[in-house]
């Protein structure tokens, strides 16, 4: 019976039966090993967070994160609307979309603002009252902007029919955001601010 006894614990590996038995393991096949398990790594993507200076209103454009003030001094012509930018650490700004003509609004005292855009070489006239529009130089297509961090050209296509030269954004409760022109020369007879621009970081 002893015999019969320890015949049985070796066939289950009863440790209970036989306490010097360690478990039986599970057999292995020759020349195979068991890989190891991983786990697939994730990847987070943030989107980044660009800053402005205090008093500067950031925008996200094209070309990145862009800083926007209406400085609401009563600047008369294009030459003071660049020195105000410059004072302030910027350039006068161009506009890239109709969201940010809305946003200028919000931030401007008076109905004409001046914005970086400029009219090109091909389009320029001695005596801009009398110069002739064509499909090349009207005023929808006679500008470019010259912030040097805008794209598109969405926003001249509000362009009202005026004299050529340095663009004016105008505000009006009726029409909504428009840009007209003004000669360089000329000298703006109504109170305008400026829009000035720098690169957010």
């Known amino acids: 019976m002893r015999f019969a006894i320890f015949l049985l614990a070796l066939a289950i590996g009863c ?19 068991q890989a190891p398990t991983t786990t697939p790594a994730t990847t987070t993507t943030t989107e980044r967070v660009w800053v402005c200076d205090d008093g500067w209103t950031t925008v996200v454009r094209t070309m990145g994160g862009w800083c ?19 004072m302030a650490g910027g350039v006068i700004s161009s506009v890239e979309n109709d969201e940010e003509m809305q946003l200028i609004g919000t931030l ?10 400029t009219l090109k070489t091909a389009c320029e006239c001695s005596t801009p009252s009398v110069c002739t529009k064509t499909a090349t130089c009207s005023l929808q297509t006679a500008y470019t902007w010259s912030d040097g961090f805008t794209t598109g050209t969405q926003v001249f296509a509000a362009a009202q029919d005026s004299d050529y030269g340095d663009a004016l954004f105008w505000l009006d409760e009726a029409y909504g955001p428009q840009i007209i022109g003004m000669h360089a020369s000329v000298v703006s007879s109504t109170p305008t601010n400026v829009v000035c621009g720098k690169q957010a970081t």
């Open 15 to 33: 440790e209970a039966c036989h306490p010097k038995m360690g478990p039986v393991a599970k057999p292995t096949t020759p020349g195979t090993t």
């Open 108 to 117: 401007k005292n008076v109905d004409l603002v001046f914005l970086g855009a």
């Open 68 to 86: 926007m003030k209406v400085i609401n001094l009563e600047v008369s012509t294009a030459n003071e609307a660049e020195q105000t930018c410059t």
